[in-house]
Nanobody, 124 residues
Framework: VQLQASGGGLVQTGGSLRLSCAAS????????MGWFRQAPGSEREFVAG????????SYADSVKGRFLISRDNAKNTVYLQMNSLKPEDTAVYYC??????????????????WGQGTQVTVSS
């Protein structure tokens, strides 16, 4: 499984970014997908998840109403649209894939494969 995240960068407070994660080496349409982030000195935390079946998406409380996770099964890609960014959103963002046919995407236990991170920096 290979997960290639992109789209990070430097943005001002209140700005937007869209992260993408291209997946290969897996049956993407049968995998839950998610985004995590890790700030310096902090543990990796769950940001958002989308199951492979159904419409229920999960978000960390800190990003609800600002971030939106989506997927395009035809392109084997998961996205994270980040709006109204705040300095506390600054972190390395990682995408993750769940196990085959595992249809829950609510936390770290639901994911088993990880990509490299992409840096997001929000200036004040």
């Amino acid at each position: 499984v290979q997960l290639q995240a992109s789209g990070g960068g430097l943005v001002q407070t209140g700005g937007s970014l869209r992260l993408s994660c291209a997946a290969s080496g897996l049956t993407f349409s049968r995998r839950s997908m998610g985004w995590f982030r890790q700030a310096p000195g902090s543990e990796r935390e769950f940001v958002a998840g989308i199951p492979w079946r159904g419409e229920t998406r999960s978000y960390a409380d800190s990003v609800k109403g600002r971030f939106l996770i989506s997927r395009d099964n035809a392109k084997n890609t998961v996205y994270l649209q980040m709006n109204s960014l705040k300095p506390e959103d600054t972190a390395v963002y990682y995408c993750a894939a769940g196990g085959p046919n595992h249809n829950t995407a609510r936390g770290r236990r639901d994911f088993e494969s990880w990509g490299q991170g992409t840096q997001v920096t929000v200036s004040s």
